[in-house]
């Protein structure tokens, strides 16, 4: 919560500014009914079973009873093979008192089925190509292999626990309480001739209501939890479940607080924290050196995580020495929602990009973004009216330093009235807007989901009159307190009040905007100041009737799909830019995330990596945090890192606090302002690799940034590490994000078990890295440590331009570093870098091979777009002998280029001046 004082009394506690959050604004597991209760099977276990002679066998799946043998309440289970050795469990009441919430459009759609063959023994046995489930009947437990390696089991621990929708006891006390009775009633009429089995009451004092802080939660369903265990034999450590600010690697819950996903605004988040944050992405990898697995625990409720790992550290693997004990317990995850069912699909890789694909499969990816959106991006709360925002951009270019979007934070608007302007302080936003893009920039302009009760307001008046917003349970309009004071919240969940929203981001309806403009999504958690945890409580009614605790974790994802909807709308030929903090699964489709409102603090700066390198193999690959931090001041030396850092992530925006002092760029002094334009100059030198990346993310669900193991996953020293990362397989960065540091030790991951490695090229000086390990490598504070890897090939564009949108037809440089057997490839895409015409084949996708002392291209698919760029240097390191010169054949002519040479041996051919779309051959020629 970006929070000033006022609003800060109205929560209920004063801030106190820069101390952080206060966690006992936030719930514990043991303050919430649902999990607590649903923990307690920890330690007691449960009992359910499959019930006999109710299996059905059908071509793609099997469906079979379940019996909880204590209470003899019955649920169906159905068990489904994907294509991409993927299974989907799904288990619901058989007969449950009023349907279960099941999550809807965090699919991308509805996921390919394939073949089964089962068997029937004692156990069930569905075989797909090489992945196999093994279902036993009693207790009830699904294990899972991939090429006969057990890697996930389902219920091993018998932590399953479902608590069937029941009826009330009747206490005469309770009789008297406000809706229950009209809710209850409404549901004995309903379920009137059903038969409901013998239910036993549940005596947790918080089951049928409950209290936190001053706020009721009514609960008219009662207790209705779904709980479940997964864990991994074939795997050593856990990673997923974003959003934490927390390591890479899950840690063992076991005696503290699980992981939460409840999407909350977080007032100045601490680190280290598995407390929930704005975004919930509910999927889990298992990795060890031989397999990779991965479960998506597909529910929008509140949820828990708790993980039990024997974490590899010294003094665990000492005791296992001496005892002689093998590795204990596989890890293990249990997952613990407040409602809805069980629906959970198991992805078993077998090896990381494996499962990251599979994950993508189901839930999609971001689409290509227009370039602009990998550019920087200059953004404070707030740019005060339309001199501010043309000053700031004309003091980049005064500076010479690249900017490409400006940002307006909430104050441009009328009041906090979305949709509207600040007639004082912008009272030509059309002119200010043309004055940015005849410069090559663009604007963002927020638009948060709270609407202000204003009578006057059309948009309230809209809302209020067609009845959009969310209900309370006695079906009143919802109202919260938000940054425009009182203001209720449209019920996205509602496709009739999706389409409206969409509607309003049409240029006849929002005038004052250009197509180019584009949104920003923030507080869409939602954020209710004066709600339960400052969220909208969980007993409000959305569209279908559905109760907030079922879709909350959505509520933000439903909000973007109307946004997404509008700009597509909005023009058809443009590819949206939509920036949001609440996220789930399936969220990346429609926007880029970044991490909110953090800290100017060295820690804030190492979790920018951690929790975007989580975030990226959760989906969202387009991730970024607030440049210098959000709340505080940063001083020069954090500022130059966070830079540094930043420049290496997907998402470069900065971004600060409306009581931060001003921090653009010029305002530090001049050694600050060469090491930040160096950064930026940096991040635009490489943005034919960002796009490329983005191109094969849409194409392949390989996430951009990528951890380590992702491409190392044999050596487990490299597991953990979540202060580097990889740019596709291409680049390995590991910032400097310590203060006063002259150098950093850098792991240079293994490929295999005997230590052998990749050659790394410092991408500065080309000076080689050959052995596997840490290497103390020096900084000056200049020195962002990247490396290329021996065997890629990367795009690059190294003329200087105000922005971006600039570069289109500017020249490019390949820089091909050379692994062990002197061969290098790299891929580049090319199009527009703004409409959708790619995907109608207007592009240019080639792939670079360099072998045997000459570099070739191949177009994958047709070269159709016609670009005025061409290639104009090309390095080469790791040759191990000088060439006296090149000649390079293209369109039949052959011709000579000269050669220079470059430091650490590497060398430059120069002015191949061949275009993007014509083939060539280009040999290297020895003395
Ligand atoms: C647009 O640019 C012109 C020329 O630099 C300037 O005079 C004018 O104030 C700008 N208008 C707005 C609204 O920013």
Redesign the pocket.
């Known amino acids: 919560m970006r929070c000033s004082l006022f609003v800060c009394l109205i929560v209920g506690a004063v801030f106190n500014y820069g101390a952080g959050v206060d966690p006992s604004n936030f719930k514990t597991c043991e303050q919430s009914s649902f999990c607590r209760r649903s923990r307690k099977v920890q330690s007691s276990g449960s009992k359910y079973a499959l019930i006999r002679g109710t299996l059905n066998t059908y071509t793609d799946s099997v469906t079979a009873d379940l019996i909880n043998k204590e209470n003899h309440h019955q649920f169906t289970l159905k068990l489904e093979a994907l294509v991409g050795s993927t299974f989907r469990l799904q288990i619901d009441e058989k007969q449950p008192l009023r349907p279960r919430y099941r999550v809807e459009h965090a699919l991308k759609g509805k996921p390919e089925t394939t073949r089964i063959r089962v068997e029937e023994s004692d156990e069930l046995t569905i075989t797909v190509g090489k992945s196999k489930a093994v279902i036993h009947g009693d207790p009830f437990r699904i294990d899972f292999y991939e090429d006969d390696v057990h890697v996930v089991s389902v219920n091993a621990k018998n932590w399953l626990y479902f608590e069937h929708l029941r009826q009330k006891a009747q206490a005469p006390a309770e009789q008297a309480e406000g809706g229950d009775q009209a809710h209850q009633q409404q549901d004995q009429q309903d379920n009137s001739d059903m038969v409901q089995p013998a239910s036993e009451p549940i005596d947790d004092p918080g089951a049928w209501e409950e209290n936190f802080k001053s706020h009721h939660d009514s609960k008219p369903y009662g207790p209705e939890a779904v709980a479940l265990d997964f864990s991994f034999p074939a795997a050593e450590m856990l990673f997923g479940i974003p959003e934490h600010a927390d390591a890479f690697q899950l840690k063992s819950t076991s005696g503290t607080e699980p992981y939460r996903l409840y999407n909350l605004d977080v007032f100045e988040y601490i680190v280290d924290s598995k407390m929930a944050l704005y975004g919930s992405v509910p999927v889990l990898y298992a990795h060890g050196p031989q397999r990779t697995a991965g479960v998506y625990w597909q529910n929008s409720a509140e949820s828990w995580v708790d993980i039990y790992t024997t974490e590899s550290n010294v003094v665990s693997s000492l005791v296992n020495f001496v005892s002689g004990s093998r590795k204990s317990t596989p890890p293990l995850a249990h997952f613990i929602s407040e409602s809805g069912i069980v629906d959970a699909f198991i992805m078993l890789g077998p090896k990381p990009m494996d499962v990251f694909k599979q994950y993508a499969a189901l839930t999609g990816t971001h689409e290509l973004p227009q370039l602009f959106a990998l550019a920087y991006h200059q953004s404070r709360w707030n740019y005060n009216d339309?001199?501010d925002?043309?000053s700031v951009s004309a003091k980049f270019d005064e500076y010479n330093m690249p900017m490409d979007t400006m940002w307006l934070d909430i104050e441009y608007t009328d009041g906090k009235r979305y949709f509207t302007w600040d007639k004082f302080k912008f009272p030509?936003p059309l002119?200010?807007i043309k004055?940015l893009t005849e410069l090559g920039r663009h604007l963002v302009v927020i638009i948060d989901p709270h609407i202000k009760r204003d009578n006057a307001y059309f948009f309230h008046q809209d809302c209020t009159e067609n009845g959009y917003y969310v209900k309370t349970r006695e079906g009143n309009d919802y109202e919260g307190w938000c940054w425009p004071g009182s203001a209720s919240y449209p019920d996205f969940f509602n496709p009739v009040v999706r389409d409206y929203y969409a509607s309003q981001y049409s240029l006849s309806k929002f005038k004052t905007v250009s197509k180019d403009v584009m949104i920003w999504n923030d507080m869409n958690e939602p954020s209710v100041f004066n709600g339960p945890e400052v969220t909208a409580p969980k007993d409000l009614v959305h569209y279908g009737n559905w109760e907030h605790r079922d879709v909350h974790n959505l509520y933000g994802h439903m909000h973007l799909m109307g946004t997404f909807a509008g700009l597509k709308q909005r023009d058809p030929q443009q590819r949206p830019f939509i920036l949001t903090r609440a996220h789930f699964a399936g969220s990346q489709r429609y926007a880029a995330i970044w991490t909110g409102d953090n800290f100017a603090d060295w820690a804030h700066l190492q979790h920018s990596i951690k929790m975007c390198l989580t975030e990226a193999v959760a989906g969202f690959s387009f991730c970024g945090a607030d440049i210098g931090g959000f709340f505080g001041n940063p001083d020069n030396e954090l500022l130059e890192r966070w830079y540094q850092t930043a420049a290496f992530l997907p998402f470069f925006r900065a971004h600060a606090h409306i009581d931060t002092k001003r921090r653009e760029p010029w305002l530090f002094p001049e050694r600050t302002r060469h090491v930040i334009k160096n950064a930026l100059l940096k991040r635009y030198s490489y943005l034919p690799l960002w796009y490329t990346s983005f191109y094969e993310l849409e194409q392949t669900g390989a996430p951009v940034i990528r951890p380590l193991l992702a491409h190392y996953p044999v050596d487990k020293e490299a597991f953990a590490i979540d202060n580097q990362l990889l740019v596709q397989q291409r680049l390995l960065v590991r910032p400097v994000m310590q203060q006063g540091v002259s150098k950093v030790d850098v792991y240079f991951p293994a490929i295999d078990d005997k230590k052998n490695g990749d050659y790394w090229y410092d991408a500065d000086t080309y000076q080689r890295q050959e052995r596997v390990g840490y290497e103390s490598i020096p900084v000056t504070d200049d020195k962002i440590p990247v490396f290329q890897r021996g065997g890629s090939i990367v795009p690059k564009k190294e003329r200087q331009r105000r922005s971006s949108t600039l570069m289109l037809n500017d020249p490019y440089t390949l820089v091909i570093c050379l692994d062990r057997q002197g061969k290098a490839a790299g891929t580049l895409f090319i199009d527009d870098e703004k409409s959708y015409a790619y995907r109608t084949g207007e592009s240019i996708y080639v792939s670079y091979e360099f072998a045997n002392n000459q570099l070739t291209n191949r177009f994958i698919g047709k070269p159709h777009f016609k670009s005025d760029a061409w290639i104009e240097r090309i390095v080469i390191a790791g040759l191990g002998y000088a060439p006296i010169d090149a000649t390079i054949t293209a369109n039949g002519i052959t011709q000579k280029l000269e050669i220079e040479q470059r430091s650490n041996g590497a060398i430059v051919v120069r002015k191949p001046a061949v275009k993007m779309n014509v083939d060539f051959a280009l040999k290297l020629n020895a003395a």
Do not use: G, K, Q, S
């Open positions: 339309e001199r925002v043309t030509e002119t200010m004055n």
